[in-house]
């Protein structure tokens, strides 16, 4: 078993079971998929003001606290148990284009020049972490949920904004990769 699952799985099995887990979550207790919205729950039981966002019932959404600790459990055992030694494959070209940014490391799958505690303390860490999660936050909250909760949730049920808003982060993850973030690069 553990062989299984510690390669990676060909699309045509991934997709379909990842595409399973909608009409699960939809007959088993009539919820919708989305991980932005645990953020609002774990608000409201730990900040329970008198703020209206805040004010309703969390206990009703209790199964998305699991789902969130599954998240980080599967995270912690994938990365103790389910190691992959192979080494990292990169384009070519694509290591061609981050060494231009004056990107060097290409270790692991986290780059150290953007990642590593020096570069979370500098001006291009502060930019790229903090304002970079303001913005991720922003945009999940202006669009009434996350990528997962659009794209694989609301897509399912064709839902006119989820098509809205995957169109909209598709062109913002393309604009800030291919335009922003090189301009960002360089000038810090």
Known sequence: ???????????????PLIGLIVPALLLVGNKSLGISSSLRHVCAVCMPANIKFFNYDWRK????????AGIFLGGYFATTFLNNTNALVISPK???????????????????????YSSIFSLKGLVFLIFGGLLVGFGTRY???????????????????????????????????HLLFPLIFKLF
Do not use: R
């Not at 553990?2 to 990676?8: A, C, G, H, R, Y």
């Open 94 to 116: 694509t290591i061609e284009d981050l060494k231009t940014l004056g990107i060097q490391d290409f270790n692991g799958l986290l780059p150290e020049d953007l990642f590593g």
């Open 61 to 68: 959404e209790i199964w998305n606290f699991f789902f969130v």
């Open 1 to 15: 078993m553990l062989e299984i699952i510690s390669k990676p799985w060909p699309w045509y099995v991934a997709g």
């Open 143 to 177: 669009a009434g949920g996350c990528t997962s909760g659009h794209t694989i949730m609301g897509l399912s049920n064709l839902q006119w904004p989820s098509l809205v808003a995957t169109c909209c982060f598709m062109a913002g993850g393309f604009f800030m990769t």
